[in-house]
Structures are given as C-alpha cells and as structure tokens.
C-alpha cells in the first residue's frame, strides 16, 4: 500500500509564499515523475508542475516565475515553493506520483486572501 502524505497549504496574503511538501511511502516500486496538481471550486483539476525522475521539470504556464518544483528522491519527497501567490493560486493542492501506477495524495488546502 502507497500513502501519500501532504502539508504545507494554509491561508496567506497575496504576495507571500508557501511551501508544500509530500513524502510517499510504502511498496513503491518505480518513480517515474512527481508533481503537484490543483483543484479550484467548479473548475477542473489542473496541472500545476511535475518533476521527472531525471529532474526534468514542467511548469503550467499561470505559475512559471512564482513556483519551483523540487524532489528529494532518497526520501520520495516532492517540494512546491509558492512565491508572489496570486488570489488565483486558491484552490486545493494534490500530489501525484506517477510510476508503474499512479497515486493521488488526499490534497491540501491554499488559500490566497487579504
């Protein structure tokens, strides 16, 4: 079984950072790619940034400049540096890692108010 552990999100000004972070555990066999995915009220889930295992990174085109995808593969971890956050950026953040099968994490709230 694959757990997939989220923290970081939480309430912020627009203009600040967060940093979201998810450590996979369990009988993973193969890590192709990392990435972070994120859900808005009525709105369709959406990449935000995936990591490959060989570091290759993939930004959406709404976060490039602000955001910085980071992993640390001995640990399983992906990182998500959230700066100059936008009142677009709310939405709930999910993990996702992608190998010989994919795994969803339970996702964690960002909210960017004033």
């Known amino acids: 079984q694959v757990q997939l552990v989220e923290s970081g999100g939480g309430l912020v000004q627009p203009g600040g950072s967060l940093r979201l972070s998810c450590a996979a555990s369990?009988?993973?066999?193969?890590?192709?790619?990392m990435g972070w995915y994120r859900q808005a009220p009525g709105k369709q889930r959406e990449l935000v940034a995936t990591i490959t295992s060989g570091g290759s990174t993939n930004y959406a085109d709404s976060v490039k400049g602000r955001f910085t995808i980071s992993r640390d593969s001995a640990k399983n971890t992906v990182f998500l540096q959230m700066n100059s956050l936008k009142f677009e950026d709310t939405a709930v953040y999910y993990c996702?890692?992608?190998?010989?099968?994919?795994?969803w994490g339970q996702g964690t709230q960002v909210t960017v108010s004033s």
């Open positions: 369990g009988r993973i066999f193969r890590i192709d790619a």
């Open positions: 996702n890692v992608r190998g010989v099968w994919q795994y």
